[in-house]
């Protein structure tokens, strides 16, 4: 596989479409507000709910999601708010994945 500095970004440029890791480590960045949601409001990796144009937090979680193997597993650090947040559907999108991802959520607040 061969990776490359990617300047539209991952959202809007998913280089590795057909990609399916065994392993996903993240530290994306937090509450983004300026990475171009509205533009992306019928992507199929956002298959647990559209995220909030003005926060990047769950495009991100679903991101990853989208792109692990049926028995993958992810860890990822999100700011504080990101597991409390019911703004613009933020819980709406938590709920789903607790609902319908097959596997153990951790959340700590450190």
Known sequence: MEFAWN???SFH???QKDLRADYVLANPPFNDSDWGGERLREDARFAYGIPPAGNANFAWVQ???HHLAPTGMAGFVL???SMSSNQSGEGDIRQALIDRVHGEF???NI
């Open 7 to 9: 300047n539209e970004g």
């Open 79 to 81: 700011a504080n708010g």
């Open 106 to 108: 951790i959340n700590t």
């Open 63 to 65: 991101h990853f999601i």
């Open 13 to 15: 440029h998913d280089a």
